[in-house]
T-cell receptor, first 113, second 113 residues
Framework: ETGVTQSPTHLIKTRGQQVTLRCSSQ?????VSWYQQALGQGPQFIFQ???????GRGNFPPRFSGLQFPNYSSELNVNALELDDSALYLC????????????FGPGTRLTVL | AQSVAQPEDQVNVAEGNPLTVKCTYS??????LFWYVQYPNRGLQFLLK??????LVKGSYGFEAEFNKSQTSFHLKKPSALVSDSALYFC???????????FGAGTRLTVKP
């Protein structure tokens, strides 16, 4: 069984640029959630995708967008990067159902200069 | 909207002593409650969850948590701490709507030999 993987591991961008982060879900999981974890804080929910459709969104602006593909892998896109977007971005996969635990990837560390 | 609070930023215990990491929650309906652990430069690892049933939930690595509805608490416990338990612990609550998971700010557990 393959766990959740994310790429790249680290990324450095400048203000105003765009970034795409990628996530491969755990085998058999059809739901992917994305979180932003700023330094010293808990993860903040960005959005969730279930079977290629957005299935819930946190308090993040529209410049945060996502996709889920037929194989249930996912992308997080952030446009017009701001300094405050610097954080660890975590992807988590789970099976359908609110009670299912989420399995997290190692994260992508994004630094915006 | 659902929320969780972890009142202690830091918990220090001696190896072999019992440990408790506190969590309180607020939800509009029935809570789905989770504990996760995060080691340095790693994603979150699932420890245990409460959905329904027995108030005492047993999880990975000898951890357990007690759900207390009247006190809206879900404290994480372990009878005998190990140095390797030193990590960052997050409590999380999930409500059916808007289908996202809310994390606490985290508690850093340090177990000293």
């Amino acid at each position: 069984e393959t766990g959740v993987t994310q790429s790249p591991t680290h990324l450095i961008k400048t203000r105003g640029q765009q970034v795409t982060l990628r996530c491969s879900s755990q085998s058999g999981h059809n739901t992917v959630s994305w979180y932003q974890q700023a330094l010293g804080q808990g993860p903040q929910f960005i959005f969730q995708y279930y079977r290629e459709e957005e299935n819930g969104r946190g308090n993040f602006p529209p410049r945060f967008s996502g996709l889920q593909f037929p194989n249930y892998s996912s992308e997080l896109n952030v446009n017009a990067l701001e300094l405050d977007d610097s954080a660890l971005y975590l992807c988590a996969s789970s099976l359908e159902g609110d009670g299912d635990e989420q399995f997290f990837g190692p994260g992508t560390r994004l630094t915006v200069l | 909207a659902q929320s969780v609070a972890q009142p202690e930023d830091q918990v220090n215990v001696a190896e072999g002593n019992p440990l408790t990491v506190k969590c309180t929650y607020s939800v509009s309906g029935n809570p789905y409650l989770f504990w996760y652990v995060q080691y340095p430069n790693r994603g979150l690892q699932f420890l245990l969850k409460y959905i329904t049933g027995d108030n005492l939930v047993k999880g990975s690595y000898g951890f357990e948590a007690e759900f207390n509805k009247s006190q809206t608490s879900f404290h994480l416990k372990k009878p005998s701490a190990l140095v390797s338990d030193s990590a960052l612990y997050f409590c999380a609550v999930r409500d059916i709507a808007p289908n996202d998971m809310r994390f606490g700010a985290g508690t850093r557990l340090t177990v000293k030999p």
